[in-house]
């Protein structure tokens, strides 16, 4: 059985960091498309930064240059480390998983697909 697990989310000012993280158990961790995923009060929730199967990454232009995506193979640990936060980041930060069957390059950002296995989220929010 899939479980993802996140934890990390708090409470900041804007400019500060915070590093997200997401233990993964129940799959082969390493070959699994892996993404970070966020959703704000009265929002969509939009992709923020994904691990192609390839083992690229990829970034919304919202977050480019502030975040960066990780991952541990060893610890089945994905990381997000996001800096100079703003407040327009604050949402429900979410750790999600396709398989790699499944998932393609892009997959996380594209609308109409959504990746199968989710945690339950971590809440971030960054204070003016």
């Known amino acids: 059985q899939v479980q993802l697990v996140e934890s990390g989310g708090g409470s900041v000012q804007a400019g500060g960091s915070l590093r997200l993280s997401c233990a993964a158990s129940g799959y082969t961790y390493s070959s699994y498309c892996m993404g970070w995923f966020r959703q704000a009060p009265g929002k969509e929730r939009e992709g923020v930064a994904a691990?192609?199967?390839?083992?690229?990454?990829s970034y919304a232009d919202s977050v480019k240059g502030r975040f960066t995506i990780s991952k541990d193979n060893a610890k089945s640990t994905l990381y997000l480390q996001m800096n100079s936060l703003k407040t327009e980041d604050t949402a429900m930060y979410y750790c999600?998983?396709?398989?790699?069957?499944?998932?393609?390059?892009?997959?996380?950002?594209?609308?109409?697909?959504?990746?199968?296995?989710w945690g339950q989220g971590t809440q971030v929010t960054v204070s003016s």
């Open positions: 999600a998983a396709d398989p790699p069957y499944a998932c393609y390059a892009g997959s996380w950002s594209t609308p109409e697909y959504e990746y199968k296995y």
């Open positions: 691990i192609e199967r390839d083992g690229s990454t």
